[in-house]
């Protein structure tokens, strides 16, 4: 399956998955990992990666303006540890670890 694009259609997953169908059979059905099925769905109405915190306040959220950056283009500078970046990434499911790959493609 790597390296194939599929025309799948989300809508159509989505419905089988409100329908009650496992993300296990939903893999089966439409040829897609499990990463793309959290992905691209919701979970009883919600991102599956997103945790439904709706309404919360982000403890973070006074901190640092969003998209703030000194020269002003909106872009963030972090630098880690091999060790640090190493721990985040041994840390993070499977659909967190396709949804981090799939924005840095997105930057490149």
């Given amino acids: 399956m790597m390296g194939r694009k599929l ?3 989300w809508n159509a997953v989505q419905r089988d998955r409100d329908a009650g169908a496992r993300v ?10 499990n990463a793309s099925i959290y ?31 000194a020269d002003g283009s909106g872009r963030v500078t972090l630098e880690v540890s091999a060790e ?9 499911s499977l659909p967190r670890k396709a949804q981090l790959l799939q924005r840095l493609n997105e930057i490149e």
């Fill in 7 to 9: 025309e799948v259609d």
């Fill in 24 to 33: 296990s059979e939903l893999e089966k059905k439409y040829g897609v990992s």
């Fill in 84 to 92: 640090l970046a190493d721990a985040i990434w041994a840390a993070l």
């Fill in 39 to 69: 992905l691209h769905t919701r979970s009883n109405g919600k991102r599956h990666a997103g945790g439904g915190k709706k309404g919360r306040t982000p403890k973070s959220a006074g901190a640092v303006p969003r998209g703030a950056h």
